[in-house]
């Protein structure tokens, strides 16, 4: 069974940090990709990041890039999203998801939804 376990959310000040983590496992993990989407409330779905584990390649969000940082520990199988300068517009819910694969340009197909984490951004 796929699984991906999401953690790393809370409440931050504007111009704080917060790290996501999305643990993997039920699935060769070196075969896919895996990425956060985020959705605010008023707000579409919107593709954050993404990292092609095989490869290292990935992809930001014009929104995020140079304050938000994804890598990889392929040891245990996790990915990390490193969110740096955080403001208002950040807040919302973060679901990692595992993806056929993913491009500098573009997130591939959705394969499997994590569970979100609520990422909150106060003055």
């Known amino acids: 069974e796929v699984q991906l376990k999401n953690s790393g959310g809370g409440l931050v000040q504007a111009g704080g940090s917060l790290r996501l983590s999305c643990a993997a496992s039920?699935?060769?993990?070196?075969?896919?990709?895996i990425g956060w989407f985020r959705q605010s409330p008023g707000k579409g779905l919107e593709g954050v990041s993404c990292?092609?584990?095989?490869?290292?390649?990935?992809y930001y969000a014009d929104s995020v890039k140079g304050r938000f940082t994804i890598s990889t520990d392929n040891a245990k199988n996790t990915v990390y999203l490193q969110m740096n300068n955080l403001g208002n517009e950040d807040t919302a819910v973060y679901s990692c998801?595992?993806?056929?694969?993913?491009?500098?340009?573009?997130?591939?197909?959705?394969?499997?939804w994590g569970q979100g984490t609520q990422v909150t951004v106060s003055e």
């Open positions: 998801v595992q993806l056929q694969y993913c491009e500098a340009s573009k997130f591939g197909s959705v394969l499997t």
């Open positions: 990292i092609m584990i095989s490869d290292g390649v990935t």
């Open positions: 039920g699935f060769a993990f070196d075969r896919y990709a």
